[in-house]
């Protein structure tokens, strides 16, 4: 038995036509993304506030900057208004091509209101990471909506798109500029992040250890006879900090108890205090040199963490239950003779920061050895 051999009506041209749209209609087709232009620049809004796009199919307009100085081609944008004078810190750390490779961007920030008319505020291709992303910070005034554009470098050539990452974080200037206004501390610690974007230097005040000239102030009255520790650790500027004894009702009226340029680690100040019960202390940080920026202050009666136990792991590792009283810097030193008073030195990962309430810490290096001694140690 024979079947009939079917052949399709339609000419091969057009059935070729048709496989042909087949395929096409396969392909993905890519969009630039919704904050390509400065028309459509996303709004950031807040003190902090984190975004992440692709740029990879984003455009450069016509009348548009080389941010940073750089060519670039596919810029992205954000618009941030400032609802008070402060510190605006903008990074693209975290930001990677498509092989998870830190993106090599430039950022810059602007005001205006049309692509082809803007001024420039303040711009950065290389933060000191090192790895191609970029940081910038800048004194923002209440009430300006500030344009931030972020690119590819096109610097070794055609810029490369990937996964734009976008940080901002504002500090808004305080009220404790001057002694009159001086903040008030409560409390056996605290910790808290402030700025001296906007803060002057007042006549008559002292230097607080070094060249200043842009101060804030606190007060601090000790409940309790012993020490206590004053912190700048992890301030984004070079700190000088200064305590008085006093009335405070003028400079002049001020004592001098202590003051610190660089005790702490990264240019910041450290105090070890002998406070007095009932006796109230003034305190002034200043940015050496006139530096203005983020910085944080940390007080405890004594250090700001102890040790509550420590427990030898199977593996000759040591595990380290700490308490802190306060979300401050910590350092954590260990030595293997307790009776040689020197050889303290840094636990490898030993730097905690930020630490708050009980934790657990596990030291490593004390494998292999029969004795390990620890302290914890204002950083």
Same mark, same amino acid.
């Given at each position: 038995? $024979?079947? +009939?051999?079917?052949? +399709?009506?339609?000419p ?10 087949? !395929? ?14 400065? @028309? ?8 902090s ?12 307009? $016509? ?8 060519? %670039? ?22 930001s ?22 803007? $001024?420039?505020?303040?711009?950065n291709?290389?933060?000191?990471t090192g ?5 910038a910070?800048?004194? =923002?005034?209440?009430?300006?909506? &500030? &344009? ?23 500090n ?62 992890? @301030? ?10 006093g009335?405070?009702?003028?400079? =002049?009226?001020? $004592? ?24 109230? &202390? ?17 007080? @405890? ?14 593996? %000759?590792? !040591? ?13 954590i ?5 307790? =009776? ?33 001694? &620890?302290?914890?140690?204002? +950083?």
């Amino acid at each position: 038995m $024979s079947y +009939p051999h079917f052949t +399709p009506s339609l000419p091969k041209k057009v059935a070729l036509g048709i496989l042909v749209a087949v !395929c096409l209609g396969s392909v993905a087709v890519m969009a630039a993304p919704a904050n390509d232009n400065f @028309s459509s620049a996303s709004a950031l809004t807040g003190a902090s506030a984190t975004d992440t796009v692709s740029n990879v199919d984003a455009t450069k307009e $016509s009348g548009e900057d080389n941010h940073a100085g750089d060519p %670039g081609g596919l810029s992205v944008w954000w618009t941030w208004t400032a609802e008070s004078d402060g510190l605006l810190t903008l990074s693209t750390t975290g930001s990677v091509d498509e092989f998870d490779a830190p993106l090599d961007t430039v950022l810059a920030v602007y005001t205006g209101v049309a692509v082809n008319d803007l $001024s420039a505020v303040v711009s950065n291709d290389q933060d000191t990471t090192g790895t191609g992303t970029s940081f910038a910070q800048l004194l =923002a005034t209440s009430g300006v909506t &500030y &344009y931030i554009a972020v690119d590819s470098s096109a610097s070794f050539g055609a810029p490369v798109g990937g996964t734009v990452r976008l940080t901002l974080a504002f500090n808004a200037a305080g009220n404790n500029d001057n002694l009159a206004d001086r903040a008030a501390l409560s409390g056996t610690h605290d910790a808290l992040a402030g700025t001296n974007v906007g803060a002057t230097r007042e006549s008559g005040e002292a230097t607080h250890g070094g060249t200043g000239g842009a101060s804030v102030w606190w007060e601090w009255t000790s409940s309790f006879d012993g020490p206590v520790t004053f912190s700048t650790e992890g @301030s984004s500027i070079d700190t000088l900090m200064a305590i008085y004894e006093g009335t405070g009702d003028s400079h =002049a009226s001020l $004592s001098l108890v202590a003051n610190d340029d660089d005790s702490g680690s990264n240019l910041t100040s450290l105090i070890l205090l002998t406070a007095e019960a009932g006796k109230t &202390y003034i305190i002034a940080i200043d940015g050496k040199n006139g530096a203005v920026g983020a910085f944080n202050l940390c007080f @405890s009666q004594g250090l700001p963490a102890h040790i509550d136990a420590i427990q030898r792991l199977g593996d %000759g590792s !040591c595990r380290l239950t700490i308490t802190a009283s306060a979300a401050c810097r910590l350092q954590i030193e260990a030595k293997a003779d307790l =009776a040689n008073p020197s050889g303290w030195a840094r636990v490898p990962l030993g730097r905690l920061n930020d630490v708050s309430g009980t934790i657990q810490f596990t030291d490593s290096a004390a494998i292999g050895q029969d004795s390990r001694f &620890y302290r914890i140690v204002a +950083p």
